[in-house]
């Protein structure tokens, strides 16, 4: 809210400049946006917090600043009694109570015209475009009460009558503002005998305006329920200096008050003179609550005892009436504060105008054990350190994304759409971490980062599945770096298992993995990740040119991605760590060359060694695979290394030998192996 | 005999090798200088030799043994130059050792992640439990438990992004082998804030309570320099027999000057629905020492976090007397920490990833 400080001068003696006056404020609850000079003029620009909006307003700052410097505020111009009447030339029933709890109406008899220099002077500093004398007193006392005001034609009301109703079905009106709104039952309306003429305590109608052939007006001062208010402007994307002010609570106690003020000022400036009676409806007047204010609450509270002295202080320089007790004091609460319903919000009040700085600092002492880290915490923790010693650099992207961007990675059905996206790009939860990586490294690419390895550690999201963990990895460049010493080389699928590997590794879960088709996978370079139960820890490839170049890739460049299910893996991580003893006897090691059909699984081969291997056989390594010259077509040469090694004596060369035997055998019989 | 009496031919030679001997930097070029001195068939030492048979015979032993010192001198030279040179060498199988490394590529921890570990280790030292919790929500644990009933005028300052299908919801519990029923609901929203954590904790947990709640919320913010629509949050909540104000100063001060260094903290009173009173907390702006800049608007402080004593109508919700307990909560923003820490002034730096700007944070 803009404060013009000359404006504030008639209701509080402001002590000091402009800038020291925000400064002592914002230590007080109301942080300032700006300060602005124009001519003599200073306009300060309180940011004021939802729950206050008694101080949306000249007189609701210049209260708050007396009590922040021990000053009392002035009471302002006298006002000349409006005398309430049943019937004052026009009519008023309020026909829904909860949703209009009072309504002030009075007569003017007015010369519309432009308001004197001051006064425009004064809206203009204050952010409002000043329309005519009318309108701008409303609007004046708007800004100087905290308390909105209408204005109608009286001449345009049927049978001067007003009727605060809810609209009916299919009612519409054109607002000020030239817009016709369609209207529904649950709004309430300011109706004359015949149709809507305002939304109430949000905008008027067009046609009951204030023009220059106005000659009599109705003022309306009304108090409108702040929840009816605030759907009827969302509902009609609606937000007016009225309607902000009835939605977060206005004061039901100054409808009276301000059309008084209202009066007073047309009779001021020459617009016009009030007819000196009003009707005021208000069927169920609104209490004070009371609220119990214990003193040992305050201290318990804030840390540190307040005086008694320093609470009254306070609390009657905001207008809180307090009675005290052996305990503490019964505190009546002024119907403009509806932020103040129970004992911790006064204990607010008291600790906002002492000063957080004079309140003690200590440490909260510890009454039980702490508790350990979310083992996710830490599990994640430990995956960063792999990713980053593999060369992989941490990115952070968005959890929602495009559709198209999302499509390919999850099944028709799965994508959950956001409701109320901000634009297109958002209109998806992410299925998957990848889609988001491939735009991180496509932007690398794009800058001339020619070796990219990115991971993202994140939810992903599916409509059966919910919301689960998941690590996804993406490289692409060199497999090796650069050196001047030579041996570089483009990234492949061996790399990329290695990752694979190692992600594997810190969780100490064992992994296969077996030849897998995905859309997004290139084919014969993509693997379902599986634990040894069977189940899918994840999928891991080289991405298709097609999705590479639908996210600004090079398609021609190889890029390899790895998604894993990080609540699978934590599943499958063992429960207890078990140390095995060391060998203590010696290993022998045997080299076999054979040559089988090139589609068998090198997995298939391992199986077939251990399933013919008698126990001490330890270790199995592939260490050549080979192709070509001496080698028939669709055959493929493997060389692998066997270790043997017993736990309790020392093999013979007999016992490995026959191993070796029955292994030869086992590959013969089962895959034609042929021994080179 | 004393240099005065030497022979000025003698003199003339010694001062040229003694000129010319430091420019051999190779063995040929040793080879090529001794050669031209002391060879064996010519050579200026040698000459000189030649010379005597035109001297006075009273000067001949003399100047004999100037030249032979002279070329005993030279060799002696020669060969300690010789002997230098070899040992400048590299060793047999040596490496020139400025040639570059070969790269070891490692990569870098994101910078927000990097600012939260921090803040975990920080919280955690203070005896704090770290919990992650889900991030799509529902409505009860969001925002009713924490005193913002539909229509809530506060829901206006978390502007939250809705899923168009309810999903499962939330499964956090589950590594603590219990979760109660009552906290699994369809979860229909991207959380605003991790403060829906608190609710599940304290539903399943009687106080007391430290915890903190890492991660990303989401709030419908267009993109810009100071707004993403998603960012990383660290909330905190406390709550004991005697928590006070006093209490959440002293802490926030600890927490503070550890994040950031030697700066004066404050509280300014605000407003957050679930705390009362509130508080945002300011750092002294450490670009102008509170002097008043830029970067803190001429004001000398900046804002860091949100916090105050948790509302009582928060405990009602999760079943807490607030007549027996009071706490402290607390919302801390990763984005804002890490760009007042590194001088980022624009925050989609963050959610590029670009390898330029991660790599100038050290391992």
């Known amino acids: ?24 404020m914002s230590l007080r609850g109301f942080a300032v946006e700006g300060i602005e000079r124009a001519g003599k003029e200073a306009v300060i620009d309180f940011e004021i917090t939802a729950n206050r909006p008694d101080c949306m307003s000249i007189v609701g700052m210049a209260r708050e600043i007396a009590a922040a410097y021990g000053l009392t505020v002035k009471p302002g111009p006298k006002l000349a009694a409006l005398a309430t009447a049943n019937k004052a030339d026009i009519s008023i029933a309020i026909e829904d109570a909860d949703l209009c709890p009072r309504y002030v109406g009075a007569v003017a008899d007015v010369t519309v015209g432009p308001s004197p220099p001051w006064m425009q002077a004064r809206l203009n500093a204050a952010g409002v475009r000043p329309i005519n004398n009318v309108v701008d007193v409303t609007n004046y006392v708007l800004l100087e009460m905290g308390h909105p005001m209408h204005a109608f034609d009286l001449a345009t009301l049927a049978r001067a009558h007003i009727r605060v109703r809810t609209a009916k079905p299919g009612e519409t009106l054109r607002t000020l503002d030239g817009q016709t709104r369609q209207l529904s039952s649950d709004m309430l309306v300011i109706a004359d005998a015949a149709r809507p003429v305002a939304v109430a305590g949000v905008m008027g109608g067009a046609d009951s305006e204030v023009t220059d052939r106005t000659t009599a007006v109705v003022l309306e001062s009304a ?84 005086p008694d002295k320093e609470v009254r202080r306070i609390l009657q320089s905001l207008g809180f009436t307090l009675r005290p007790t052996p305990w503490g004091w019964r505190v009546a609460i002024p119907t403009r504060r509806v932020d103040v319903m129970r004992e911790v919000d006064l204990i607010e009040e008291v600790a906002r105008h002492y000063g957080f700085d004079r309140l003690p600092v200590t440490f909260p002492a510890l009454t039980a054990a702490p508790k350990p880290v979310d083992p996710r915490i830490t599990n994640a923790r ?39 996206p901000l634009s297109e790009n958002f209109a998806v939860l992410r299925p998957s971490v990848l889609p988001g990586l491939l735009d991180a490294v496509a932007h690398n690419r794009r800058r001339e980062q020619v070796d990219v390895r990115l991971f993202e550690i994140g939810s992903r999201f599916s409509r059966t599945a919910g919301e689960r963990r998941a690590v996804g990895c993406a490289w692409t460049g060199a497999g090796n770096p650069a050196h001047w010493s030579g041996g570089s080389r483009s990234v492949d699928f061996f790399d990329m298992k290695a990752v694979v590997a190692r992600v594997c590794e810190t969780f100490g879960a064992a992994f296969h993995t077996a030849a897998h088709q995905e ?27 097609e999705i590479a170049d639908a996210h600004g890739l090079p398609a021609a460049e190889p890029l390899y991605v790895a998604e894993l299910d990080l609540d699978t893996l934590e599943q499958a991580a063992p429960v207890r760590l078990r140390i ?56 493929v040469s493997l060389a692998l290394r066997l270790v ?24 013969k019989n089962q895959h034609g192996a042929i021994q080179r | ?23 051999t930097t190779t063995p040929q070029a040793l080879k090529s200088l001794q050669d031209a001195y002391v060879g064996r068939k010519s050579g200026k030492v040698t000459d000189l030799m030649k010379q005597l048979g035109t001297l006075p015979p009273g000067d001949r032993p003399a100047f004999g043994a100037q030249v032979n010192k002279l070329k005993a001198n030279i060799e002696a030279a020669l060969d300690q130059r010789r002997a230098d040179l070899a040992a400048a060498r590299p060793p047999e199988g040596g490496v020139d050792v400025t040639l570059p490394a070969r790269d070891l590529p490692m990569g870098r921890v994101h910078p927000l992640m990097r600012v939260r570990q921090q803040v975990e280790d920080i919280f955690a030292r203070m005896g704090y439990e770290i919990l992650e919790g889900p991030e799509v929500e529902d409505d009860h644990h969001n925002f009713e438990a924490l005193n913002m009933p539909p229509d809530h005028p506060a829901r206006d300052m978390q502007d939250t992004l809705y899923l168009g299908v309810p999903i499962p919801g939330g499964t956090w519990g589950a590594h603590t082998g219990r979760l109660p029923k009552a906290q699994v ?32 919320v989401y709030r419908r913010d267009n993109l810009d320099l100071s707004h993403t629509p998603m960012f990383q949050q660290v909330e905190g909540l406390v709550v004991g027999s005697d928590i006070t104000l006093a209490d959440l100063k002293g802490t926030f001060e600890a927490m503070l000057r550890e994040l950031f260094g030697d700066v004066r903290v404050r509280l300014r009173p605000s407003f957050f629905p679930y705390t009362e009173p509130s508080a945002e907390v300011d750092i002294s702006c450490q670009s102008c020492r509170g002097a008043g800049c830029g970067t803190c608007k001429h004001t000398g402080w900046l804002e860091i976090l949100g916090s105050g004593m948790v509302h009582p109508a928060v405990f009602e919700a999760v079943g807490y007397d607030p007549e027996k307990v009071t706490g402290f909560a607390f919302g801390l923003g990763m984005e804002r920490v890490a760009m007042l820490k590194y001088g980022v002034d624009d925050i989609r730096l963050f959610y590029e990833n670009d390898l330029r700007f991660l790599e100038q944070f050290p391992l």
């Open chain 1, 519 to 545: 859309d997004w996978l290139q084919r014969g370079r993509a693997a379902a990740v599986l634990a040894p139960d069977g189940s899918r820890l994840g999928l891991v490839g080289q991405l298709t040119p």
């Open chain 1, 644 to 667: 043997f090694r017993s736990s309790d004596r020392t093999l013979t060369d007999a016992e490995v030998h026959d191993a070796m035997g029955q292994i030869l055998e086992a590959l």
């Open chain 1, 580 to 635: 095995e003893p060391l060998p203590r006897y010696p290993s022998v090691t045997r080299d076999i060359s054979i040559i089988v059909d090139d589609t068998l699984a090198a997995a298939e081969v391992r199986e077939t060694i251990r399933r013919a291997a008698p126990p001490p056989l330890v270790r199995i390594a592939e260490f050549d695979r080979y192709q070509g010259k001496g080698i028939p077509d669709t055959k």
């Open chain 1, 1 to 24: 809210v803009r404060i013009p400080v000359s404006w504030l001068r008639e209701f509080v003696d402001v002590p000091r400049s402009p800038e020291q006056l925000a400064e002592t």
């Open chain 1, 382 to 420: 430990r995956l960063r350190a792999t990713l980053t010693a593999a060369g992989f650099s941490e990115a952070m992207t968005f959890g929602f994304m495009a559709v198209a961007a999302a499509a390919p990675f999850a099944h028709v059905g799965e994508v959950i759409p956001i409701a109320n």
């Open chain 1, 223 to 306: 108090y409108f329920n702040s929840l009816s208010i605030r759907r009827t402007s969302r509902q009609l994307g609606l937000k007016t200096e009225a309607s902000m002010r009835f939605e977060r609570g206005a004061d039901p106690s100054l409808p009276l008050a301000a059309a008084q003020r209202a009066i007073a000022l047309l009779h001021m400036i020459g617009a016009g003179r009030g007819r000196g009676r009003a009707i005021d409806r208000y069927p169920n007047k609104t209490k004070a609550p009371v609220v119990r204010l214990r003193r040992d609450k305050i201290g318990g509270l804030l840390g540190s005892a307040v």
């Open chain 2, 1 to 23: 005999m004393p240099d005065s009496l030497e022979h000025p031919a003698i003199r003339a030679l010694r001062e040229l090798f003694d000129a010319q001997l430091p420019a």
């Open chain 2, 185 to 216: 609901r369809a979860a229909t929203l991207l959380r605003t804030h991790t403060s829906a954590m608190q609710v599940r904790y304290m539903k399943t947990f009687p106080p007391p309570v430290r915890i903190i709640v890492p991660g990303r």
